[in-house]
């Protein structure tokens, strides 16, 4: 795997309505999207230059409502969660886009930008300033996102992203009588995600930092329902201090698991009890999962919660 980390402010544009990638090394400060995609190509991996270019093609999409590019962009079973905490099918944005309830007027400030190559997967995070509307929901306010590629048929193409805002906001109660419901599994490889998923889930509830040591990735972010970002040494550092204290995640539904070779990704509804970052949560959150096989095991990538906000 390599690792590069920019900042640049008109790349991203691309980014934050529809990307994905995760990294850190060099940092670029430019304002220009031609001379921004220009530098990144220059300094860059083959792979990595692949993902900025279908970067730009998506902003271009996004920004036009061009329906027919993005239905080229995404998978077959492309899946959004927006910011709050919906879940999307290609399907159904590429409506919304077509009806005017999602339109995309203003995506700037793009900042805290990585992204990561592991093999035929690439994720990247990125925070930034968008208004618009989603799903007929007006949005003006910081999100922060991650966004999974995949590299297929000699191009990337965007998998699955996830926006949570980056303000405080009102969670749905978690009084949910609501019950787990068995993740859709149709394989040997997709039950052992699962089985990874509740090992994660196991040591993050016991606040077991050696067990979270072997499943996270060096390079592990996380995305909390505030919208802030936390790498894995400050994971387990809040961990450590009982700045965070996961008490519960119960209620897990509406489970759904993608293999792309040796990459994963889960998604989730469940109700989420404890503290993040010294942040008490107590709320239904959706949450998109990113695995990676490494060496005969599944590893955490990258995760991220968004809290889901009443229709």
Not at 1 to 29: E, H, K, N, P, Q
Not at 55 to 70: C, M, P, Y
Not at 124 to 138: A, D, E, K, M, W
């Amino acid at each position: 795997m390599r690792s590069m980390s920019y900042r640049f402010s008109a790349l991203v544009a691309v980014i934050a309505a529809t990307a994905v990638g995760c990294t850190s090394a060099s940092d670029v400060d430019l304002t220009a999207p031609k001379a921004a995609l220009a530098t990144a190509s220059a300094n860059t991996s083959p792979q990595e230059r692949g993902v900025f270019e279908a970067l730009e093609a998506i902003k271009q999409a996004v920004i036009a409502s061009d329906t027919v590019t993005l239905k080229r962009i995404w998978t077959d079973d492309y899946t959004f969660i927006n910011v709050r905490g919906g879940l999307v099918t290609r399907a159904q944005r590429l409506a919304n886009f077509a009806s005017g309830a999602t339109d995309i007027a203003v995506i700037d400030n793009e900042r805290e930008i990585t992204i990561s190559v592991y093999g035929d997967m690439a994720v990247l995070q990125v925070l930034s300033t968008l208004r618009g509307q989603f799903s007929g929901q007006p949005a003006d306010t910081d999100l922060r996102g991650m966004f999974m590629w995949i590299h297929r048929n000699g191009r990337w193409q965007l998998v699955s992203n996830e926006l949570t805002a980056v303000v405080p906001v009102v969670p749905v109660s978690s009084s949910s009588t609501a019950t787990a419901s068995p993740a859709n599994v149709n394989g040997p490889r997709e039950a052992s995600v699962i089985a990874a998923l509740k090992e994660y889930e196991r040591a993050i509830v016991a606040s077991d930092t050696e067990a979270l040591k072997r499943i996270w990735t060096d390079d592990y972010k996380f995305i909390n329902t505030q919208g802030a970002i936390a790498t894995k040494a400050q994971r387990l550092a809040n961990i450590a201090s009982g700045a965070t204290n996961v008490v519960e995640g119960v209620n897990q539904r509406e489970i759904t698991v993608r293999i792309y070779g040796d990459n994963a990704i889960v998604q989730q509804l469940f109700t989420l009890r404890g503290r993040f970052g010294g942040v008490e949560t107590d709320s239904e959150v959706r949450g998109m999962f990113v695995w990676v096989w490494r060496a005969g095991r599944w590893q955490l990538v990258g995760n991220q919660v968004t809290p889901v906000l009443p229709s």
